[in-house]
């Protein structure tokens, strides 16, 4: 009788722990990694754009598999996307169609990473959180242009598309002979980011006069359109979570300056897995 209720109460206390098993706390921080991104699919959305050699061949497949290998020691327990939701709990119903069979086909850098490693790590759903406005230009480009044309500025725009037209011909030549795992290094060193505001985003703002200031316009929308990308990726997240965030590199200074600076989030270097 005796070893009976002993063996009970072994089994009660065995159960009783696993079921109970302690959530995080309520003060656990939210650590973020921002993953900068290239473009694979060669999509021409930019100001500059590289044009990158096919990442579906079987040799650009096996460096992708390298580089999501390395960002996944992070163990991420959701992971976050350059894609607007269209599901009500801001995930995106692209991911259910995902399988082996996309990676063959679809050269996006969202399938080819953020799908892919997802798939891996057995997540259920992925979020979709950027931003986009049918009434709000994020990034009202060719009215600076218009202005600087108009008002003899154009040195001005003539810099920052100098500073483009170099990375981009600088990435295009170390796409050929770098791994995928070393370009995305490259665009998430800390450095990356501040070099691109530095040289292209901010001497835009001199573009402007006493009444119009297009310059200082594009640089509060693309301002505003990280920061409400940054604030649906806080009203997914719960304290203690481990979020992976993909995004084109030119994302990388506001993202990474929201997570450092919001109380609650830790910001976890993808650099440091992808060197």
């Known amino acids: 009788m005796k070893k009976t209720l002993v063996g009970l109460l072994f089994i009660n206390i065995l159960f009783s722990g696993a079921s109970h098993a302690k959530p995080a706390a309520k003060d656990a921080p939210i650590q973020v990694m921002i993953v900068g991104a290239y473009h694979m699919g060669n999509p021409g959305l930019d100001v500059n754009n ?3 050699d096919s990442v579906l061949t079987p040799e650009k497949q096996r460096q992708i598999s390298d580089a999501v290998n390395r960002l996944a020691k992070f163990k991420p327990n959701k992971i976050a996307v350059e ?3 269209d599901q ?3 995930t995106t119903s692209n991911f259910a169609k995902f399988s082996e069979e996309s990676l063959k086909k679809d050269a996006n850098e969202i399938t080819q990473i953020a799908f ?3 798939s891996q790590l057995g997540h259920k759903v992925v979020y979709a959180i950027d931003e986009k406005s049918e009434t709000i230009d994020y990034f009202p480009y060719n009215k600076v242009v218009e202005f600087a044309k108009a008002n003899n500025q154009q040195a001005i725009l003539e810099t ?3 500073y483009g037209k170099r990375w981009t011909s600088e990435f295009e030549r170390e796409q050929k002979i770098k791994t995928v795992s070393q370009l995305l290094a490259n665009i998430n060193k800390p450095s990356y980011g501040q070099t691109e505001m530095a040289q292209f985003y901010y001497p835009l703002l001199a573009i402007g ?3 119009t200031q297009n310059g200082a316009e594009l640089n509060a929308a693309w301002y505003q359109r990280n920061a409400k990308i940054i604030a649906k990726l806080h009203q997914t997240a719960k304290p203690g979570d481990k979020i992976m965030v993909l995004f084109g590199a030119g994302h990388n200074y506001w993202l990474r300056h929201f997570i450092k600076e919001m109380p609650g989030y830790q910001l976890v270097e993808a650099y440091n897995y992808l060197k």
Do not use: F, H, N, P
């Open 50 to 52: 590289a044009k990158v």
């Open 83 to 85: 894609m607007v939701a």
């Open 88 to 90: 009500a709990d801001m």
């Open 116 to 118: 892919r490693m997802a």
């Open 160 to 162: 920052g598309d100098a």
């Open 209 to 211: 006069d006493s009444k």
